[in-house]
């Protein structure tokens, strides 16, 4: 069965500094989705970005870049220049369209950006 | 103007109680989607539907029926709720395959249900 893994389940950073969040995956597919979502505290759920398995090419969206490691099955999100709108929970979701349709989050990391 | 709105934003319940979650989307968009969310458990797929005429069941779907009653709505429906169906729901939408933004999903504000 798969599994979507966030070690993380809080972070912190200073404004204008990098941070990291990880995401761990398994799978037995080849072909899937992954996804970063971000929660703030209106609740409302908004994609930052996202990843088709694929795809080589490491997904990219302004300040926000993913660490895609297939082999390893590892999937981190990458935030520079943090700002004090990015604080929110951020999950990471994983897509199989293989057979049944599963879609996959993990638990989520609260992340804070400090001023 | 939201593009995927969902009715109530918060509801509170008794136990045995029926109640139905709607969900509406001007996106266009053929598939629809429920999931819970719980703390610490992030969200969980109740139930899923590529098209009018097709109904899933997803990870969690016992004690909950849904209704598509057009390709814009889809709703959740507690046929007798219970305290540990306290939780938040959220309504989603997403494009089939073959498009740009496949598979990504567009979600509602969520309804804050409590079950008393």
């Known amino acids: 069965a798969q599994t979507v893994t966030q070690s993380q389940p809080e972070m912190s950073v200073q404004e204008a500094e990098t941070v990291t969040l990880s995401c761990t995956y398994d799978t037995s597919e080849n072909n899937y989705y992954l996804f970063w979502y971000k929660q703030p505290p209106s609740r409302q759920m908004i994609l930052v970005i996202r990843?088709?398995?694929?795809?080589?090419q490491n997904a990219t969206e302004n300040r926000f870049s993913v660490n895609f490691q297939k082999a390893a099955k590892s999937f981190s999100l990458k935030i520079s220049d943090s700002q004090l709108g990015d604080t929110a929970m951020y999950f990471c979701a994983f897509l199989s369209t293989s057979g049944t349709y599963k879609y996959i989050f993990g638990t989520g990391t609260r992340l804070k950006v400090l001023a | 103007d939201a593009d995927v709105t969902q009715t109530p934003r918060n509801r509170i319940t008794k136990t045995g109680k029926r109640i139905m979650l709607e969900c509406s989307q001007t996106?266009?968009?053929?598939?629809m989607y429920w999931y819970r969310q719980d703390p610490g458990l992030g969200l969980r797929l109740i139930y899923y539907?590529?098209?009018?005429?097709?109904?899933n069941k997803g990870e969690i779907s016992d004690g909950y029926s849904v209704s598509r009653q057009a390709q814009a709505k889809f709703s959740l429906s507690l046929e007798s709720a219970i305290p540990n169906q306290t939780a938040l729901y959220f309504c989603?939408?997403?494009?089939?395959?073959?498009?740009?933004?496949?598979?990504?999903?567009?979600f509602g504000p969520g309804t804050r249900l409590l079950v008393l």
């Open positions: 539907s590529f098209d009018v005429k097709d109904i």
């Open positions: 996106k266009g968009h053929d598939r």
């Open positions: 989603a939408t997403s494009d089939g395959p073959g498009t740009p933004t496949q598979e990504t999903q567009y």
């Open positions: 990843q088709e398995a694929y795809k080589q």
